[in-house]
């Protein structure tokens, strides 16, 4: 018996865009791996900062922990120092190829939820589906700002500074092909609702005919592999 063909779902959107709040939900509700990979644009980040360099670098993922040479960074890599040098390096090409190279690696074979910037358009342009997450600069502020504190008008104007660091690459443009969630006023669990209606749609338009009624196994499921949406 041949096996299941791995399913890649990518998640796109701007920062502050809930793109790993909803992926993660997303993943453990389909019994997909999640990958972020922004949390590996700040590993490398981290280690230039560390003074190794690219070559030098193993970069590994377990679980949501990030795995430098072996060694678990993931603590170091969530503040605003951070921040700055993660939005730097990844303007640099071949810190992309990289990267690129180690994400596509990681979906070999898998199923799995990526989130980040490029997926759709550069690492998983074969993705069966494709989601990109949209919300004005104010609320993203605004979620950004209770997350990790600071005022909203602050939060506001570094997430405008980080735009404006990650516009190149077309990061902050959906693929052609891109299903496309505006989120302002809605809630996390509504955005994950119509992430999964939008996933089961387009699993379904791949499924063969007999196979498509609601509430039917995803393709993924057949292994037993995957929850019920
Ligand atoms: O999503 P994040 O804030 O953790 O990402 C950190 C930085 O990495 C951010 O400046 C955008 C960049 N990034 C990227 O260029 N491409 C990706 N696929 C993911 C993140």
């Known amino acids: 018996m041949s096996a299941a063909k791995a399913i890649w779902i990518a998640i796109d959107g701007p920062a502050g865009s809930g793109k790993t709040t909803v992926g993660r939900l997303l993943a453990r509700r389909l019994g997909f791996q999640f990958i972020n990979t922004g949390s590996m644009y700040r590993a490398v980040a981290w280690g230039l900062c560390q003074g190794l360099t690219l070559e030098g670098m193993e ?103 980080r735009d404006a660091r990650d516009h190149d690459f077309g990061r902050l443009d959906p693929a052609p092909d891109a299903i496309i969630i505006a989120t302002d006023g809605l809630s996390v669990e509504e955005v994950v609702a119509r992430a999964l209606a939008a996933v089961r749609e387009a699993l379904e338009k791949d499924e063969p005919a007999g196979k498509t009624s609601e509430g039917s196994p995803l393709p993924g499921e057949r292994g037993g592999r995957c929850a019920r949406l």
Request: zero cysteines.
């Open 59 to 161: 970069l590994d993922l377990a679980d949501e922990r990030v795995l430098l040479n072996g060694e678990d960074v993931t603590p170091n890599l969530y503040n605003e120092e951070v921040d700055l040098r993660a939005s730097e390096i990844a303007r640099d090409p071949s810190v992309r190829a990289f990267l690129i190279e180690k994400q596509r690696q990681l979906a070999q074979g898998r199923n799995v939820v990526m989130e980040g910037r490029d997926i759709g358009r550069v690492v998983l342009p074969e993705a069966e589906v494709k989601i990109f997450l949209e919300a004005s600069l104010e609320e993203r502020a605004r979620r950004r700002a209770r997350e990790r504190g600071g005022s909203r008008e602050e939060v506001e104007q570094e997430l405008a500074e």
